[in-house]
């Protein structure tokens, strides 16, 4: 019993020992949790002063300030930034300013809010908002069904410039625009600002197209048009309209120019030169459209070089043409050229 008891009491000495150390250990965690802990009290405010305004033809440009009773802090912020019409859209930034295109007919809204950059923990600030409001307008009044093409041409005149591009918009009429309705076109590339001076109009001498041999569009543009059409009436007010196109999807590009052909015994061969555009040969695909009159089939084949030769068994007139387009490895897929005008090789069907 005496040893027993012996044990007991110097188990009870290790506890009382070890006691003040755990406790310390188990201290030092809470501090260390209470530290990974996100403050609760830190609250982000949400920016002020947000306002939008049209700053051009289709754009407009975002702003915002921080919130000047924001509590400082090492948190680095950021603005969470919603687009809510015409097309909803977000986005983060660090910045306090965007520029963006945009149609602005059906009018512009948007909202913005703080966020934590680098910290999740924290929860982001309430939203703000502003708005455009539509352009005011007899509704059925504006025109519908704008489309726009543009060609490329070799220009002799200069050589800071030896190709320009043309413009080529066409439209309907308002389904409820009155008889003495007028449209007025112009458009906007980057920083150029142009009014159409050539119209077609309809039988009641309202404009329906517009006509720019010469515009300020770069023959090798990737970026975005802008089209807007207004007008005047002594009976309504008339709404007005815009449109956004991407320039590889609305460039008509030049048939291949000079397409020959010729027949040596069993072989076909067809040679042309690329289009008349900015853009260097490798950057074009063919298309090649050969009619066996003889047989009445069409054979068509895929090319990347400006030179086709086949093989044929019989004797036949042949019908060729030859079309292109400028190839994804140097722009974004956009419309084919027209045909080239037939040529005939071979003898008589």
């Known amino acids: 019993m005496v040893i027993r008891n012996e044990r007991i009491n110097r188990r009870r000495q290790i506890v009382i020992i070890m006691a003040p150390e755990l406790l310390i250990l188990l201290g030092a965690a809470v501090i260390l949790q209470a530290d990974l ?33 924001q509590e400082q802090s090492n948190i680095q912020l950021g603005y ?6 015409p097309q909803e859209e977000d986005y983060e930034t660090r910045n306090t ?14 909202s913005v809010r703080t966020v934590p950059w680098n910290d999740h923990s924290l929860q982001a600030s309430s939203w703000v908002s502003a708005e455009l409001k539509a352009p005011t307008g007899s509704p059925g009044t504006e025109i519908v069904n704008l489309t726009c093409t543009t060609n490329t041409k070799a220009d002799n ?10 413009l080529h918009c066409t439209w309907l ?4 625009a009155p008889d003495d309705t007028q449209y007025f076109l112009y458009y906007r590339y980057r920083s150029w600002i142009e009014e159409c001076q050539e119209y077609s109009k309809d039988v009641l001498q309202r404009n329906v197209a517009c006509w720019f041999p010469r515009t300020f569009i770069n023959s090798k543009g990737r970026d975005y048009l802008a089209v807007y059409v207004n007008g005047s009436s002594k009976e309504a007010a008339i709404k007005p309209f815009d449109q956004l196109f991407a320039l590889h999807a609305i460039d008509r590009v030049n048939s291949p120019a000079n397409v020959t052909a010729e027949i040596k015994g069993t072989c076909l061969s067809i040679h042309w030169e690329k289009p008349v555009s900015a853009f260097p040969s490798h950057c074009f695909d063919y ?18 070089t400006n030179t086709l030769i086949t093989i044929i068994d019989d004797v036949s007139k042949y019908y060729i043409q030859v079309r292109a387009a400028v190839s994804p490895v140097c722009r ?3 419309l084919w050229s027209e045909w080239s005008r037939p040529i005939y090789v071979g003898g008589t069907s």
């Open 97 to 110: 300013e965007r520029n963006l295109i945009t149609i602005l007919h059906k009018g512009f809204s948007a």
């Open 80 to 85: 969470h930034v919603k687009i809510n019409a």
């Open 173 to 176: 009429v308002g389904k409820d």
């Open 37 to 69: 802990l996100p403050d609760k009290k830190f609250l982000l405010l949400p920016p002020v002063n947000f306002t939008i305004k049209a700053v051009n033809l289709a754009q407009v440009l975002l702003r915002w300030e921080p919130n000047p009773d």
């Open 332 to 334: 974004a897929t956009g």
């Open 157 to 166: 005149y200069t050589h800071l410039r030896p190709y320009q591009v043309s």
């Open 287 to 304: 298309e090649v459209k050969i009619y066996n009159a003889k047989k009445g089939y069409f054979q068509t084949e895929k090319m990347t």
